[in-house]
């Protein structure tokens, strides 16, 4: 492995954690704040974070890529992912939530074989079901502890799939300063429209406003973490390591929050990271060096 590649593999092993602690951050400020207030108050503090990075770097908001129906439809994948996210880290478990949302290249490879006519081969089928096979033994849909709740993780894997899918027609010359910040407004407007459900908002105290800045630390830096590993290494080197985000979750999870999984659950978490790695190696390799 060369130095970069390995400097490369750090952002994104950097970001994944980053991700992780955010969630960990989420699903703590839900028991100071409705879910919809925690969407609005980590959305807008990432719309802000990214709003003086983009005052900063001379970067341009409202380009005429962003005015297409394309990018309308991404941040509407954006927007419905995060919500039914944040719904299962905070009524199901964190170890759930991180673990479903790993199927989400497999369901990519999937949509491409259906609307873009990609090839797949049989043996990369069998991985595909073998992923899915994992989400089953995760959920445990046969289980007493199952919450139907959890099947809010695998819609939102849908969504963020279709979001990857959509973004292939979208032009690689959007900063990502730009995506970011679009990406923050889905998130809080997706937070006004759970008010009707999620009741109405709280004050803050000192530990929820400690716990929205601190988001504004880790959020951000994930994202530009998860883009500089993606745009400056080999996409077949890095990609794989997107699958560490799952081992610390699930750390966090037993240690903050309780959350013991069983042994199945473990089984499924493992197959989905086999077959995930598998089948996101094969895309990365089709087409190196690939935006996000």
């Not at 039914?84 to 759930?96: A, K, N, R």
């Not at 999620?198 to 800045?213: E, K, M, Q």
């Not at 290494?233 to 799952?246: E, H, N």
């Amino acid at each position: 492995m060369d130095k970069d590649n390995a400097k490369y593999i750090g952002f994104m092993i950097l970001s994944m954690a980053g991700f992780a602690i955010e969630d960990a951050i989420i699903k703590e400020l839900s028991n100071l704040m409705p879910i919809s207030q925690v969407l609005i108050s980590i959305g807008t503090v990432g719309l802000l974070v990214f709003l003086v990075l983009a005052f900063v770097n001379n970067v341009s908001l409202f380009s005429s890529h962003i005015k297409t129906l394309a990018f309308a439809y991404r941040m509407l994948c954006e927007l419905i992912s995060s919500i039914c996210f944040v719904i299962t880290i905070v009524f199901v478990s964190l170890s759930v939530s991180s673990a479903v949302l790993q199927v989400t290249p497999i369901l990519v490879a999937i949509g491409g074989s259906i609307f873009f006519k990609q090839s797949v081969l049989l043996y990369q089928w069998i991985f595909i079901f073998v992923g899915l096979l994992g989400v089953l033994l995760v959920i445990q849909p046969t289980s007493e502890s199952f919450s139907l709740l959890s099947l809010l993780a695998l819609v939102g894997s849908f969504f963020l799939a279709f979001r990857d899918l959509v973004t292939r027609s979208i032009s690689n010359s959007i900063p990502v300063i730009t995506i970011a910040f679009w990406g923050f407004f889905s998130l809080t407007v997706g937070g006004f429209v759970c008010i009707p459900f999620f009741g109405s908002l709280h004050p803050y105290s000192f530990d929820s406003l400690s716990l929205v800045i601190l988001s504004a630390l880790f959020g951000p830096l994930a994202y530009l973490s998860l883009v500089a590993a993606t745009r400056g290494g080999d996409v077949a080197m890095i990609s794989p390591y997107r699958y560490t985000r799952l081992p610390f979750a699930l750390v966090i999870g037993f240690f903050l929050f309780d959350e013991n999984p069983n042994k199945w659950m473990l089984l499924g978490c493992f197959l989905i990271v086999f077959s995930g790695i598998f089948v996101l190696f094969y895309s990365s390799s089709k087409r190196s060096g690939k935006n996000i």
